[in-house]
């Protein structure tokens, strides 16, 4: 396909567009699209091309050999994920993928979802009425429970380590992906000093957890497939790569969905219509009993709230690649070694694709409407071969968590929600009320 290419205004000497991009990312990359199909920018000395339409992103994200992982973002991410499922050339994701992928069917999936519906009632159970949460703090402690129980077996004091680091390492990775100056980060500030304090840890944690497997072997765990590994040259996997294999699923498996969490909590609260139809389902599905997995098919208007919240808030809201040999991009010439970025919040919030982008609407996800929207439109969880491996047992978890909370509590909003971008984009600190949700009456309760 042929499309505009343009160049984006404002950049300035020395720094280019990376100060408009550190101030605001999120409404920088939205008006990008307004200038072209493919719109150049610069972060500092480095000229980056931005697909701004799902046709251009899909041509990207169908072609991982041409459009590898890398570019100013997975460059850094490597920092921490190392050479991980996430962060992997394309070589090696092969067998990467296909290592980690049975941990992933539907029928381990539903095995799963069993132990997402325990730990969201048992996190339902500790509130109390008129609490104040921390969201973001609360689901991440539930996501790491549920991986945890799901695939990894940790001591707790190692989850409570877990916790402490992922949050620290995140944030200072993000840094280090949109701030083009490198010399800043070999001082030793207090924040750099906190970054590798994080990463110490989380190698502490992969190490003890290495140690407690071989001390007492649990075969259905996701170590239990990596030390049993091999790699395509039919070596076992080095303790660094299952390091980064690990440390890839902890932060995929809990960040990310914590973000989504937190941000479709706020989003209902000031919504009531939302929330109104939301417990109406909820009770006309489950009644007064609880939520089981049996009943996520029923939970359609659930789902929709799920999938609106990923459109307006993706966890993965940019992703970058480079070009691996001379090519095309949407007919215009790209060098090796160019950097490419895609945005799925750029594409889900673009009002020629979504009308009303910034309206929250779980009904734009009713089959009709669904259908009718360009294809490649809606990339929450990006596409191609290196989709997330880890899509559906977060929209399962996501789903039976939102029904399960919904069917004890409504949480009301005590704070604005602004969206922190980092590596994963989500409302950062954010404060809920929990108020008791009158249950669904039953046979036992007639005069």
């Given at each position: 396909?042929?499309?505009?290419?343009?160049?984006?205004?404002?950049?300035?000497?020395?720094?280019?567009?990376?100060?408009?991009?550190?101030?605001d990312?999120?409404?920088f990359?939205?008006?990008?699209?307004?200038?072209?199909?493919?719109?150049q920018i610069?972060?500092?000395?480095?000229?980056?091309?931005?697909?701004?339409?799902?046709?251009?992103?899909?041509?990207?994200?169908l072609?991982?050999?041409?459009?590898?992982k890398?570019g100013?973002?997975?460059d850094?991410?490597?920092?921490?994920?190392?050479?991980?499922?996430?962060?992997?050339?394309?070589?090696d994701?092969?067998?990467?993928?296909?290592?980690?992928?049975?941990?992933f069917?539907?029928?381990q999936?539903?095995?799963?979802?069993?132990?997402?519906t325990?730990?969201?009632?048992a996190?339902?159970?500790?509130?109390r009425?008129?609490?104040?949460?921390?969201?973001?703090?609360?689901?991440?402690s539930l996501?790491?429970?549920?991986?945890?129980?799901?695939?990894?077996?940790?001591?707790e004091?190692?989850?409570?380590?877990?916790a402490?680091?992922?949050?620290?390492a995140?944030d200072?990775?993000?840094?280090?992906?949109?701030?083009?100056?490198?010399?800043?980060?070999?001082?030793?500030?207090?924040a750099?000093r906190?970054?590798?304090?994080?990463?110490?840890?989380l190698?502490h944690?992969?190490?003890?957890?290495?140690?407690?497997?071989l001390?007492a072997?649990?075969?259905g765990?996701?170590?239990?497939?990596l030390?049993?590994?091999?790699?395509?040259?039919?070596?076992p996997?080095?303790?660094?790569?299952?390091?980064?294999?690990?440390?890839?699923?902890?932060?995929?498996?809990?960040?990310?969905?914590?973000d989504?969490?937190?941000s479709a909590?706020?989003?209902i609260?000031?919504?009531p219509?939302?929330?109104?139809?939301l417990?109406?389902?909820v009770?006309?599905v489950?009644?007064?009993?609880?939520?089981?997995?049996d009943?996520?098919?029923?939970l359609?208007y659930?789902r929709r709230?799920?999938?609106?919240?990923?459109?307006?808030?993706?966890?993965?809201?940019?992703?970058?690649r480079?070009?691996t040999?001379?090519?095309?991009l949407?007919?215009?010439?790209?060098?090796?070694?160019?950097?490419?970025?895609?945005?799925p919040?750029?594409?889900h919030?673009?009002?020629?694709?979504f009308?009303?982008?910034d309206?929250?609407?779980p009904?734009?996800w009713?089959?009709?409407q669904?259908?009718?929207?360009?294809?490649?439109?809606?990339?929450?969880?990006g596409?191609?071969?290196?989709?997330?491996i880890?899509?559906?047992?977060?929209?399962?978890q996501?789903?039976?968590?939102?029904?399960?909370?919904?069917?004890?509590?409504?949480?009301?909003?005590?704070?604005?929600?602004?969206?922190?971008?980092?590596?994963?984009l989500?409302?950062?600190?954010?404060?809920?009320?929990c108020?008791?949700?009158?249950?669904?009456?039953t046979a036992?309760?007639?005069?």
């Open positions: 396909m042929n499309s505009t290419l343009a160049t984006a205004p404002g950049a300035l000497p020395g720094v280019g567009h990376a100060l408009k991009f550190l101030r990312p999120l409404a990359l939205a008006s990008l699209p307004a200038h072209g199909d493919v719109v610069r972060l500092g000395p480095r000229t980056v091309f931005v697909a701004c339409d799902p046709a251009v992103t899909r041509e990207i994200l072609d991982p050999r041409t459009f590898d890398g100013p973002f997975y850094k991410a490597r920092l921490l994920l190392g050479n991980g499922l996430g962060t992997s050339l394309w070589q994701h092969r067998w990467q993928r296909r290592l980690l992928q049975p941990k069917h539907a029928a999936i539903n095995a799963y979802a069993t132990v997402m325990e730990e969201a009632a996190l339902a159970k500790s509130w009425p008129g609490q104040i949460i921390d969201a973001r703090r609360e689901f991440q996501t790491i429970q549920v991986l945890n129980r799901a695939l990894l077996s940790l001591r004091d190692d989850q409570r380590l877990l402490r680091s992922l949050p620290v995140f200072g990775v993000y840094w280090r992906m949109v701030i083009p100056f490198e010399l800043w980060f070999c001082l030793p500030t207090p750099n906190r970054f590798a304090k994080a990463q110490e840890c190698r944690v992969a190490a003890n957890a290495i140690k407690e497997h001390r072997p649990d075969p765990t996701l170590l239990s497939t030390l049993d590994a091999r790699t395509e040259s039919g070596e996997l080095s303790e660094r790569d299952i390091h980064d294999q690990l440390v890839t699923i902890m932060f995929a498996g809990t960040d990310t969905t914590a989504t969490l937190a909590f706020h989003l609260s000031m919504h219509e939302v929330e109104a139809r417990h109406d389902e009770s006309t489950v009644g007064s009993q609880a939520v089981t997995p009943v996520l098919p029923a359609d659930t709230i799920v999938l609106e919240t990923l459109r307006l808030f993706p966890p993965g809201w940019i992703v970058s480079v070009t040999t001379n090519t095309e949407a007919g215009h010439h790209l060098p090796a070694g160019a950097d490419v970025l895609c945005s919040y750029l594409l919030h673009d009002p020629s694709l009308p009303a982008p309206r929250f609407d009904d734009r009713l089959p009709h669904a259908e009718a929207m360009p294809r490649g439109a809606m990339i929450p969880f596409g191609g071969n290196r989709k997330c880890g899509d559906q047992f977060a929209m399962t996501a789903c039976l968590v939102i029904a399960t909370i919904a069917a004890e509590w409504r949480l009301r909003s005590a704070s604005t929600l602004s969206p922190r971008p980092r590596m994963s989500g409302p950062g600190r954010l404060r809920l009320t108020e008791p949700q009158p249950r669904a009456a036992d309760d007639t005069p």
